[in-house]
């Protein structure tokens, strides 16, 4: 495997709440980051533009951890108040990790690449953002350290693998043998993965599906048995209104891997 270059529990109804919130708010900053940052590109600066879109990402997500933590703490303090009372309350499962997969992204420019990023021209440079967030809450029963404290000395590998929906094939993995590295501090890591396919036949686009997989390998032995598959991908393109139907603007998508068309 590679090296990976990083580009750097409460009740269920409250946990509900939290998750609709992080999933709504951060939309709009990102898509607005991707756009900014489209004008640096030149043929050499593909990463520049990751880098861009990666702070504006991670900058959101570090916002929504703190109100996450807030609310839980706040939740956490009104179960204590009520506990003397005739309601058993059930807390919801507390969340150890999270995986978000981001594009594709491309560094439009006037000659092309050309939007929408999920178009792709064979040979014209793409890239992926994969994150791995930690949950910085503390365990439940405190006093207790946070999941992001524990995982932080733990190792991880991370693919980005393909299905040619076209051909029905495995298609190619990103990188190629795969991403590995440590947590650290903090509990937000994000990595910039170029992509690249064949050229299909001229008039034949190839159409691909994406989806992000990560397994944590110790270090030790008894580790909790930890592995994932991003089921929130954000989708950066804008989808214009036609005939009747109405726009739709970049979102984040539940359990739909990222989906693109490579063509020449």
Sequence with gaps: MSTPVEVKNGYEEQAVKVASKVKT????????????????????????????????????????????????????????????????????????????????????????????????????????????????????????????????PFNFSIWLETINLTHVVNGPDFPAGG???????????????PISFPAPVDGRPTLYEMNMVVDILGPGVGLPPFAGYSTWVFDPDFEPPFLGLPGVGPQFQHDIPAR?????
């Design 260 to 264: 693109f068309a490579v063509y020449v």
């Design 25 to 152: 708010t951060a939309v709009a900053q990102i898509a607005r980051a991707a756009n900014t940052a489209a004008v640096l590109y030149t043929s050499d600066e593909v990463q520049q533009q990751a880098q861009a879109i990666i702070t504006a990402w991670e900058a959101k997500l570090q916002e929504q951890s703190k109100q996450y933590v807030q609310r839980l703490m706040a939740a956490s303090q009104g179960e204590q108040l009520e506990a003397a009372g005739p309601i058993t309350f059930h807390p919801a499962p507390y969340q150890w990790w999270n995986l978000l997969l981001a594009g594709p992204f491309q560094p439009v420019a006037p000659l092309g690449p050309f939007l929408p990023s999920k178009i792709i021209r064979a040979g014209e440079p793409a890239f992926m953002i994969a994150t791995l967030w930690r949950n910085p809450a503390p365990l439940p029963g405190g006093p207790n350290p946070s999941a992001a404290q524990i995982m932080a």
């Design 179 to 193: 991403l590995a590295g440590v947590f650290g501090p903090g509990n937000i890591n994000s990595f910039f993965i």
